[in-house]
Every structure is written in structure tokens, then in C-alpha cells.
């Protein structure tokens, strides 16, 4: 037997004259709490006073006050812990974004996004999951100095995703404890056998494509002191990237466009054969310099884990 939905009268009620359940109490204190505005305008909030029409004035009806703080007081420390924690929570995925931008615009701009985005998960790891497109709707347009930049806004999206994207492949499932496809076992496969063949790709990998030589601004951004100024953002260039995790470690991988095409064709679940002929249909080489180009790549996707298996094409 579930709990009935109270009446609107019975929400209105003074919770002297009529004590609020439980879930109620607890869906008005969320809806308090989690108003970025303050408590203040978490009580004015449609949400709260769906639940229970409580004034700051008589706050102490639900929330006893303490003898050095008032309700109002009490209940704005817990939302302060709250959003302190989401704003932690959110530097701990993007801390290059922070760095990128400085703390105080990072900070403002996170607010932005919690209220755009509230969080609405049990767990607080899928906080971050709609960043890049709420800065793809907002557009941000200046640095922390008010500098307004063309690029800027293209550039935090991603970089937005460069970051959001490892932190999937680090929580995700990876290689660890299961056999990945060797050189030695691809060189074993049949020259006949290859082109009906499915490559089955590692469960960490990830292939991006960006409008920004991203990958390198990550890299000189980490090597450098944290107290330290980050480097300009890069002019406007396509660059594309492999993510992949190997002994818990999320490792990058630079790729050309042609080597993007390729892995993106087998990881789509094409077969061999029609990967690489439309990879060679958009290559500007010829037949024994492909040949060699693939050999090393394949080499090379191997020992980073890239594939776990192979099997026929049904």
C-alpha cells in the first residue's frame, strides 16, 4: 500500500494545525535547498510551495532555529555544503576548463549550468554530463579579463568534451582482466579471411574529432604548475583523438583524419574489407604506401588494446 498524494489544502496547511508528512517535508527541503538563489528564493519557488506555502517568517514551523541561528541561517549552511559540493564535484571532472578560465568565471559559470541543469541523478557522477552542450546553448563569449574572443566559445565545448569524455573512460568498463587482440593474432588471420572479418572494439574506446588541436593544449596545460598562467587557446584546426584505458590508465592517442576514418568505419562494426575500402576511397595515396600505412596502424592499435576480438561477418 503506497502513501497517498496530499491534497492541495493539506500542503497549505500551517504544520502546527496539520504536520506535513514526511515526503513532503523532505520534497520541500530539496526544493529549498536546491534553489541556487538562496533559501530565501527556494521558499518563493514554485517547486517549494507546491509542497508546503512556508515563509521565511515562519520557517521555524518546519525548522527548529538553534540558540546562535535562525531557521533561515541553519537552512542556508546546509545549501551552501550542498552547492560547494556540486561546484568540487564539477572542478574534479573539468579541471582544465577551471584553469582555462579562471576560478571565479568557472565558479559563475558552473552556477549557470546547476540552475539550467539541476542534477537529477542518485549519484553525482552524471553531474556533468550536459556541460558542453550548455555551453554550446550559452555561447560564453569573453575570457576571465572580458576579452572577447571569436574562438572562445568553440574552444571551451572542446575542451569541455576532451575532459568529460576521460572521465567516462576512467569510471567505465575497461581492458583490465580480459585478453585484447594481439599483432601476433592479426598477422595469424588468413589474407582470404580478413576482409569478412569484425573487428570488436575495446569497451574504452572513444574516438573524437574537434574543431581545435585540443589534445595538445591539454598536454602543455597539465605540464604546467597549477599557480601557473594557461597557455593562449590555439588557433582553429581540425585534430582528432583516441581515448582508450589501460591499467586504470586513461590513455590519448593523436590521430591523423585518415586513421579517424578508418577506426571510426571498425568500431562502427564494419566489416575489414569495407572499412579500409572506403578508407582507401578517401586516401590520397597509392596502393603500397597504404599497405604499409595499414600494417603499422593495425600494429600500433593492438599494442594500445584498441580491439578485443574478431568474428565473422554474419
Known amino acids: 500500500m503506497t502513501e497517498r498524494e496530499p491534497f492541495e489544502d493539506d500542503r497549505r496547511q500551517a504544520p502546527n494545525d496539520n504536520p506535513p508528512s514526511l515526503s513532503i517535508v523532505q520534497r520541500w527541503l530539496q526544493a529549498v535547498l536546491m534553489h541556487p538563489d538562496g533559501v530565501e528564493s527556494g521558499m518563493a519557488s514554485d517547486e517549494a510551495r507546491r509542497q508546503m506555502a512556508i515563509d521565511p517568517d515562519d520557517c521555524e514551523l518546519v525548522i527548529a532555529r538553534s540558540r546562535n541561528l535562525t531557521s533561515v541561517e541553519r537552512l542556508s549552511i546546509y545549501q551552501n555544503a550542498y552547492f560547494a559540493r556540486l561546484l568540487e564535484c564539477m572542478r574534479s571532472v573539468y579541471p582544465l576548463v577551471a584553469r582555462t578560465i579562471g576560478d571565479e568565471a568557472y565558479d559563475a559559470l558552473v552556477m549557470g549550468y546547476l540552475q539550467t541543469c539541476p542534477s537529477q541523478s542518485y549519484t553525482l557522477d552524471a553531474l556533468g554530463d550536459r556541460f558542453a552542450s550548455f555551453l554550446d546553448e550559452t555561447r560564453p563569449d569573453r575570457d576571465e579579463e572580458g576579452r572577447p574572443t571569436e574562438e572562445w566559445p568553440d574552444f571551451l565545448i572542446d ?127 597509392d596502393f603500397e604506401t597504404l599497405a604499409l600505412q595499414l600494417n603499422e596502424w593495425f600494429r600500433t592499435w593492438a599494442a594500445a588494446g584498441f580491439f578485443i576480438g574478431h568474428e565473422p561477418h554474419a
Open 159 to 285: 575542451l569541455a568534451r576532451l575532459e568529460w569524455t576521460i572521465s567516462q573512460v576512467f569510471d567505465g568498463p575497461g581492458n583490465e582482466g580480459r585478453p585484447t587482440l594481439s599483432a601476433e593474432q592479426l598477422l595469424a588471420i588468413q589474407p582470404d579471411e580478413w576482409p569478412g572479418l569484425r573487428l570488436l572494439p575495446a569497451p574504452c574506446l572513444r574516438l573524437l574529432e574537434f574543431h581545435f588541436p585540443v589534445n595538445e593544449y591539454f598536454t602543455r596545460l597539465r605540464e604546467l604548475p597549477p599557480d601557473a598562467e594557461p597557455p593562449d587557446i590555439p588557433s582553429s584546426e581540425a585534430s582528432w583523438l583516441a581515448l582508450s584505458r589501460k591499467d586504470f590508465v586513461v590513455r590519448r592517442h593523436a590521430l591523423s583524419r585518415p586513421q579517424y576514418v578508418l577506426l571510426a568505419a571498425l568500431a562502427d562494426g564494419q566489416t575489414i574489407g569495407a572499412a579500409i575500402a572506403y578508407f582507401a576511397a578517401t586516401a590520397e595515396a
